[in-house]
């Protein structure tokens, strides 16, 4: 017999009774029924329930060991008894009768119990994050991950696509996020970059002939946490193509993105492939306040500014002479909502840092607020009309600066569907953002910059840039959005170095600094590039989805805390100075604040 274990946790059923058999696992949770004693034994694969009474020579040994210490079971597994199966237990329906147990590994008092769903900080959890993964739920998040990353991997290589690595220790990059940098040791003074991304590398594997690369890339980036970002690193699927067009990208990655969807979505329904919608950026920021729509959600923005050129109402007048724009959110079927709600929703508002949030109700045609007070029945029934509102319908607008009435509008986009229960539950939809703007017009440092990647293709390539203006340039850039969710971006690159030294330039940057910058990448282009893009999706966004949890820290193995730093190794933390003279570093401390 094996020195641990014949079957797992998770084998045993009704065919196996009458064996003897041995399972090793930890000691899940332990119920004394009087002489009796139930233990549940769990390992990966699943739980088993073991029982020990005064004839079994395991009873005093497994009533001195505290939950999840590690041991080996022998025993007779046995139907239960009638009224006694678990059907929601793989193993429901037998049990096994201990006849000797060996301890393993006796665990010492947990800092926070494996069994049960009650919730604990995180800081806690990450600091005993090897006991916080032996919880269900977080086991079946990472059992999910490694699932979607296989068949991710897999729907690739059907494809046509072929996995390639790209160096963790490269050049810093003077576009894009903060770097994390590595000292050189046999080179004083300077540093490698863990890469943000493998975008240079990707691209350089379509000069070097590759056509069709991809990998599950790490990347790191010195930024801030949020709920779906995690600090330091992440995971994501890329992949660059050669000789396409953005609709050879979207026609090959849609089938790939759809397909992991539909095979980990448990019934809920996902945008099929070939149909994802493709929503211009301008669009998007007018109807949806933002460049990620969240397409469940059924409210679009519309711009009334022209309804408020003259006006009763001051302020929105004011506003719309001033340069301004008017945003208006519908708030469909609020009749008998009180004006609380639209009180609330205002304050929520101000809270997020605008001035507020101006609204109008309407119960069986009949207009109220002060909004329409002013502006008179006759403008708010053209206003309704031009929406398409109802009598039963209210109104929230957003004004002010037209980047701050699009954002405004954009969460009381979010905020409204919500507070009444409009987005639709158990549903993925997808849709690509496309057209963004090559060009924006930097107000800090009065010049113009790039808006998003530097490396896409404009739209019209060097005739575009030679004759138009260029915050009316476009690019073959795109993002895909999922339920609100940006899983990348993504363009059409620019391979050739006559269009890439001129978009350059607009931007302010001399052939010298593009030489300097990126000279593994325009030097390569020197010597023959094909047209080739691609894009990234985001592993941990995805899983993030499917998992439906709202904190990416759930769907990763070990994360970091919002603070970027690992509690249970550790990091970041101090080092001798020993290795600092190795590798020329002198620590400088940051100064007091005063």
């Known amino acids: 017999m094996h020195p641990y274990r014949t079957?797992?946790?998770?084998?045993?059923?009704?065919?196996?009774?009458?064996?003897?058999?041995?399972?090793?696992?930890?000691?899940?949770?332990?119920?004394?029924?009087?002489?009796?004693?139930?233990?549940?034994?769990?390992?990966?694969y699943g739980m088993t329930q073991i029982v020990?009474?005064?004839?079994?020579?395991?009873?005093?040994?497994?009533?001195?060991l505290r939950a999840e210490s590690v041991v080996t079971i022998d025993g007779l597994v046995k139907a239960r008894g009638e009224g006694t199966v678990n059907a929601n237990l793989a193993t429901g329906a037998i049990e096994v009768f201990a006849k000797g147990v060996t301890v393993?590994?006796?665990?010492?008092?947990?800092?926070?119990?494996?069994?049960?769903?009650?919730?604990?900080?995180?800081?806690?959890?990450?600091k005993y994050r090897y006991l916080d993964l032996r919880r269900d739920k977080v086991h079946a998040n990472m059992m999910l991950r490694s699932k979607v990353i296989a068949s991710l991997r897999n729907r690739m290589v059907a494809q046509g696509f072929t996995e390639f690595q790209t160096p963790i220790l490269t050049a810093s990059s003077p576009e894009g996020a903060r770097d994390y940098l590595v000292p050189s040791r046999v080179h004083p003074g300077r540093f490698y970059a863990l890469p943000q991304a493998p975008q240079m590398f990707k691209q350089l594997l379509m000069v070097a002939g590759f056509d069709r690369y991809f990998q599950i890339a790490p990347c790191f980036r010195d930024e801030d946490a949020r709920a779906d970002r995690s600090p330091g690193e992440f995971y994501q699927l890329d992949f660059e193509m050669s000789y396409v067009t953005q609709d050879d990208v979207f026609n090959a990655i849609e089938p790939v993105l759809a397909g992991v969807f539909e095979e980990f979505s448990n019934g809920r329904a996902v945008t099929s492939a070939g149909t994802f919608p493709r929503i211009p950026y301008a669009e998007s920021m007018l109807k949806y306040g933002n460049d990620k729509p969240d397409l469940r959600n059924p409210i679009i923005v519309h711009d009334?500014?022209?309804?408020?050129?003259?006006?009763?109402?001051?302020?929105f007048e004011k506003i719309v002479g001033s340069g301004g724009?008017?945003?208006?959110?519908?708030?469909?079927?609020?009749?008998?909502?009180?004006?609380?709600?639209?009180?609330?929703?205002?304050?929520?508002?101000?809270?997020?840092?605008?001035?507020?949030?101006?609204?109008?109700?309407?119960?069986?045609?009949?207009?109220?607020?002060?909004?329409?007070?002013?502006?008179?029945?006759?403008?708010?029934?053209a206003l309704y009309d031009a929406m398409g509102l109802g009598p039963d319908d209210g109104c929230f607008f957003a004004a002010g600066k037209e980047a701050q009435a699009a954002k405004l509008a954009g969460l009381a986009r979010t905020r409204t569907g919500e507070q009444?229960?409009?987005?639709?539950?158990?549903?993925?939809?997808?849709?690509?953002?496309?057209?963004?703007?090559?060009?924006?017009?930097?107000?800090?440092?009065?010049?113009?910059?790039?808006?998003?990647?530097?490396?896409?293709?404009?739209?019209?390539?060097?005739e575009a840039l030679e004759t138009m203006d260029p915050l009316d340039i476009k690019a073959w850039q795109y993002d895909i959005v999922c339920n609100g969710v940006e899983l990348s971006s993504g363009a059409i690159r620019n391979h050739r170095p006559d269009i890439m030294y001129k978009a350059f330039e607009i931007a302010g940057y001399s052939q010298e600094d593009v030489d300097t910058n990126f000279a593994g990448?325009?030097?390569a282009f020197k010597y023959g590039a094909p047209p080739h893009g691609g894009s990234a999706p985001g592993v941990d966004r995805i899983v993030m989805l499917l998992a439906d949890e709202p904190n990416i820290r759930?769907?990763?193995?070990?994360?970091?805390?919002?603070?970027?730093?690992?509690?249970?190794?550790g990091a970041p933390g101090n080092v001798n100075l020993k290795q600092l003279r190795e590798l020329h570093i002198r620590l400088v401390e940051p100064q007091a604040k005063a």
């Open 7 to 44: 079957h797992t946790c998770g084998a045993l059923n009704a065919e196996h009774v009458g064996q003897t058999v041995r399972l090793s696992g930890w000691v899940h949770r332990k119920r004394d029924h009087g002489g009796v004693l139930f233990v549940d034994l769990r390992d990966h």
């Open 52 to 64: 020990a009474d005064s004839d079994s020579p395991a009873l005093p040994v497994l009533e001195s």
């Open 104 to 126: 393993q590994s006796r665990a010492e008092e947990l800092p926070m119990p494996v069994a049960g769903d009650q919730e604990y900080p995180e800081e806690i959890r990450l």
């Open 304 to 315: 009334v500014t022209e309804h408020f050129t003259t006006s009763g109402f001051g302020l």
């Open 325 to 381: 724009r008017v945003r208006a959110i519908p708030a469909p079927g609020t009749a008998e909502k009180s004006r609380k709600f639209f009180d609330d929703m205002n304050e929520w508002a101000r809270s997020e840092g605008h001035a507020g949030l101006g609204y109008v109700t309407r119960k069986g045609g009949e207009f109220g607020g002060p909004i329409a007070k002013n502006h008179g029945e006759e403008g708010m029934k």
């Open 420 to 462: 009444l229960g409009l987005i639709a539950e158990g549903e993925f939809r997808f849709c690509w953002i496309v057209d963004f703007p090559m060009f924006e017009y930097d107000e800090d440092a009065k010049k113009v910059d790039f808006s998003h990647n530097p490396f896409s293709m404009p739209q019209g390539e060097l």
């Open 521 to 523: 990448m325009i030097n």
């Open 554 to 569: 759930e769907v990763i193995v070990f994360p970091m805390t919002q603070k970027a730093e690992d509690l249970m190794m």
